[in-house]
């Protein structure tokens, strides 16, 4: 992981790490995807988009880790 190198990997630490570059290379707010498709929250229909494809991985995994601690 680039940015949160002191953090264990995990999935959701990598995909935290992604979205931190997001932010930063696009000059955003730092948020929750979620809450930055709803607020509005980029500058751009690319971003949003790439937010909508980001928050479709972010639930896939969360379900992946739900059925893992089951």
Do not use: P
């Amino acid at each position: 992981m680039k940015h949160f190198k002191e953090r264990d990997f995990t999935l959701f630490n990598y995909m935290c790490d992604i979205l931190f570059e997001f932010y930063e290379n696009n000059e955003l707010e730092h948020m929750c995807a979620l809450e930055s498709r709803m607020c509005g929250n980029y500058k751009t229909d690319k971003q949003r988009e790439w937010l909508d494809r980001f928050g479709e991985v972010w639930e896939a995994v969360e379900e992946r880790e739900t059925k893992r601690i089951k």
